[in-house]
């Protein structure tokens, strides 16, 4: 039997490490095996590259590196949960909200869906304005392409509302409002998670 797949989403700035690492530490308490995921991953080194401005690789390239990175881990996810809970920050429904930016979005998710990955039961939604988006973001040192481009994150945040209205590749979506101070957001997802 596999055990719960968490997944927590939404635009850069609206606290999803913090968010996930919190789940974590929640399962902990709760002396149950656990497994943080976090896409990309190392692996991904060109998806890297292109966020640090490195390497320009165009969108549909890029999309495809996304997805062979969440590919390719599946058969480590399936291990992992079989052993015990895995919380996710990011999967492939980030890739498709952002990635689906210029009118792509519903090519993104076929395509998704074609591939067979593995469903989580629960996918979160940190929703953020990207305004308050760019004012987290305003204090780190260096920004990304995507963290750096508001009119970017706007389209990503709109794909991520219509990801929410078809719950895409999850047993259940929660919306879950990320302007909060990060202990209420957290106590929403614990409800949910007290199943």
Not at 18 to 23: I, K, T
């Amino acid at each position: 039997m596999a055990y719960p797949f968490i997944v927590i989403e939404g635009i850069d700035g609206s606290g999803k490490a913090g968010q996930a690492q919190m789940v974590i530490n929640f399962i902990k308490r709760l002396r149950v095996r656990h497994f943080l995921h976090k896409y990309p991953t190392e692996e991904a080194k060109r998806v890297f590259a292109h966020l640090e401005g490195k390497k320009n690789v165009p969108q549909d390239e890029l999309f495809e590196e996304f997805l062979n990175d969440i590919k390719n881990s599946q058969e480590k996810l399936n291990a992992d949960l079989l052993k015990g809970w895995v919380v996710s920050d990011r999967y492939c429904h980030s890739t498709a909200a952002y990635q689906g930016v210029g009118g792509k979005l519903g090519e993104r998710m076929r395509e998704i869906e074609r591939e067979g990955l593995l469903k989580p039961n629960m996918v979160f939604w940190l929703d953020l304005s990207v305004e308050e988006a760019m004012k987290r973001k305003a204090g780190q040192k260096s920004l990304d392409k995507h963290e750096a481009d508001a009119k970017l994150l706007l389209e990503v945040r709109e794909n991520y509302e219509k990801l929410y209205a078809n719950s895409f590749m999850a047993g259940q979506w929660h919306r879950i409002d990320a302007a909060q101070e990060s202990k209420k957001v957290f106590e929403q997802i614990k409800k949910k998670l007290e199943f």
